[in-house]
Each structure stands twice: as C-alpha cells, then as structure tokens.
C-alpha cells in the first residue's frame, strides 16, 4: 500500500484544530474577531476559505503555526512589530509548554483579540503596567521579571517618541526609582 499524503485544504486545519482543542466555534470566533457564522464558512470546504492577511494571522496564532501554511495568504504590506518583549512571552509560553488557546482563555473574553493581536506583531505589549501584570500573571513571573518588562517597553516608548535616553539618564532613572518604590520591586 503507498503512503500517500493528501494535503489537507485551510478548512480541514481549522475544523481538526478546533476538534483536537475542544474548542467551540463561538470562543475562536471571539479570538479571531469575527462572527460565528464566519467561523462555520471557514470549517466548510464547499465554501471559499478567507483570503484576508488580517483574519489568516490571527487564525494562524491562535493555531501557532505560521499564516504560510494557509495556501490562501498573501503575505501583507503592513509591517510586523519585531518587539523582543513579544518574543520573550512567546519563548515563556513555549518553556511553561502554554499552549496559545489555554493562553487565550486565561484572558476576559473581550481581551482576547487584542492577545492574539498582540502576540501576532500588530498591536505593541501594553504601556500600562496593571496590563502587563495581567499578562505576567497568566505567565505565572514575579513582579521583577514583570517589571523588567515594563522598564523595557516604556523606554522603548519614551524613545519612539523622541526622547533621547542618554541625554535624560538623570530624569528616566529618577522616574525608574520612583517606579520601583510604588510597585514594591
């Protein structure tokens, strides 16, 4: 007998995720930022599977796989946020083996499409540091680890936004210090 691979259309992958997660159609249609009858057209191959780059990536994160493996995606214009601090809850997720849709549940239902913005590169990690903490505590870091996250996301901010970092050590650590004390680092 040949072993023969048959490739498995967009439709299949979701309809075998969602089956294999035990995940209702209604909550990935929440983490994806659409209807839930979008969600049974997506699972139906008698009707065309989404071509829009947004909907792919999210429903590719959500997957953890990457949006390529959809043969519908078009690879986007728009650029991707390459933000370490993405990377670094991705690689915690990864080491805690935390899989994406138990990360996902872990959020209010109402959060969870900026999640998977978030962790798919067009939405930045949150500045405010109640946020951070929520997504620091799903991770299950202590407070240092979580406010070296935020140390790192408001310098990049304060620097995107014109502030030379060098030339105001002074008035950054100052901040820092008086940040510290208030969390209790």
């Known amino acids: 007998?040949?072993?023969?691979?048959?490739?498995?259309?967009?439709?299949?992958?979701?309809?075998?995720?969602?089956?294999?997660?035990?995940?209702?159609?209604?909550?990935?249609?929440?983490?994806?930022?659409?209807?839930?009858?979008?969600?049974?057209?997506?699972?139906?191959?008698?009707?065309?599977?989404?071509?829009?780059?947004t909907t792919l990536e999210r429903i590719a994160t959500v997957m953890d796989i990457e949006p390529e493996e959809f043969e519908e995606y078009k690879i986007p214009q728009e650029p991707i946020l390459q933000d370490e601090t993405i990377d670094l809850i991705k690689s915690v997720m990864r080491e805690k083996k935390i899989s994406v849709v138990n990360f996902l549940k872990s959020f209010p239902r109402k959060k969870r499409i900026e999640i998977v913005d978030m962790l798919r590169g067009t939405l930045p990690i949150p500045i405010d540091f109640k946020e951070l903490q929520t997504i620091g505590q799903v991770l299950n870091l202590d407070k240092n680890e979580i406010y070296n996250i935020w140390e790192d996301r408001l310098k990049q901010v304060l620097e995107a936004n014109g502030m030379n970092l060098s030339n105001n050590a002074a008035l950054v650590n100052s901040m820092l210090e008086c940040a510290q004390k208030f969390i209790d680092v």
């Open 1 to 53: 007998m040949k072993n023969q691979t048959k490739t498995k259309t967009s439709s299949q992958k979701v309809a075998d995720f969602l089956e294999n997660n035990s995940l209702h159609k209604k909550d990935f249609a929440e983490m994806i930022g659409v209807t839930l009858s979008y969600v049974y057209n997506l699972t139906d191959d008698a009707i065309p599977f989404s071509t829009r780059s």
